[in-house]
């Protein structure tokens, strides 16, 4: 008589590893959004100032910078505000998947993420990867498909 093998070990939930994750990219977009504070500065520095840009050259003053200072500090305050919203929302998405509620916030979320390359498109791909499963859906209460 053969032994019977024992039965191997359930898998893990695919889902229990994704808070953290999503936490830990939240901090990494919200620091690369701090960092865009330097070209804001800069843009408000070009427009409160133009005296201060001078031709290294010659000394003399430069004209007044003319879109220059806007483009900085106007895509500099977008950027930053984007990057915030991004990171609150990958906050909230985690605790919603570790909460088991929200799928479509969850998804919504994890297809922006991908656009913050190179962490977050693996993470956003990983994401929707893993909330597509049919035991995904049914942890988060929807019909399998």
């Known amino acids: ?4 093998p024992p039965a191997p ?4 939930d695919p889902l229990r590893h994704l808070p953290r994750l999503h936490f830990a990219l939240a901090v990494v977009v919200a620091l690369a959004s701090a960092a865009l504070a330097l070209p804001v500065a800069a843009g408000w520095q070009a427009l409160a100032h133009p005296e ?5 050259a010659g000394g003399a003053p430069l004209p007044t910078p003319s879109a220059s200072g806007w483009i900085f500090l106007v895509g500099g305050a977008l950027a930053i505000a984007l990057g915030l919203a991004l990171a609150l929302a990958l906050v909230a998405s985690g605790r919603a998947i570790a909460a088991r509620r929200s799928h479509g916030f969850c998804l919504a979320t994890s297809f922006a993420a991908s656009f913050f390359f ?3 498109t693996l993470l956003g791909f990983h994401t929707i990867d893993a909330l597509c499963r049919p035991g995904a859906r049914a942890a988060f209460g929807l ?3």
């Not at 070990?9 to 893990?12: K, L, N, V």
């Not at 201060?52 to 290294?56: E, F, G, I, K």
């Open 52 to 56: 201060r840009v001078v031709d290294p």
């Open 1 to 4: 008589m053969r032994p019977v």
């Open 143 to 145: 019909r399998p498909r």
């Open 118 to 120: 190179p962490l977050g």
């Open 9 to 12: 070990p359930s898998a893990p």
